[in-house]
């Protein structure tokens, strides 16, 4: 008789992405894609939307838009994302994010996620990234309009 274990019966479920929270990681990840796209993607000016880190209903999403580029910081409101608000370097700053109301733990797991992220990618996007001057706050319901409307204060 074999004896069967959490390990035993997760393992196969991990091989083939079948974990509930794999998969539900990845299609916030693809909801968070699909908003920023549709709010600031242009057909001469398409925005790439990378990485996507989320940790329970808060996100940190990488953008670049030609020679821009940011982090933008999401949530999950009735169950759909919104962009709460833009910024570069800012949204690595746990104190920035705490002021966002975000739990101090859940701060530490976005920030350390958004550093091995980050670190896999090539640093001229990452200094794409910290470019981004200011914080920008993006009204709910803003579409491309909020790149030009939110309020911006000084890091």
Not at 42 to 50: F, M, Q, S
Not at 92 to 108: C, G, H, Q, T, Y
Not at 119 to 128: E, H, N, Q, S
Request: some cysteine; aromatic content about 6%.
């Amino acid at each position: 008789m074999s004896k069967f274990t959490r390990r035993t019966v997760l393992a196969p479920g991990l091989m083939l992405g079948l974990v509930p929270g794999a998969a539900f990681a990845h299609d916030d990840k693809h909801a968070i894609i699909h908003l920023m796209k549709s709010m600031f993607d242009t057909p001469d000016n398409p925005l790439i939307v990378d990485p996507v880190v989320v940790v329970g209903d808060n996100a940190i999403a990488g953008w670049v838009q030609w020679e821009k580029g940011g982090r933008a910081l999401l949530w999950r409101v009735d169950g759909q994302w919104q962009i709460r608000l833009c910024s570069g370097d800012g949204l690595k700053d746990p104190k920035l994010l705490e002021n966002a109301n975000i739990r101090a733990a859940d701060v530490k797991t976005l920030i350390a996620e958004l550093a091995v992220a980050e670190a896999a990618l090539d640093p001229a996007v990452i200094a794409r990234f910290s470019s981004f001057e200011g914080t920008m706050v993006i009204e709910p319901g803003t579409g491309h309009q909020g790149h030009n409307h939110g309020t911006t204060t000084s890091q």
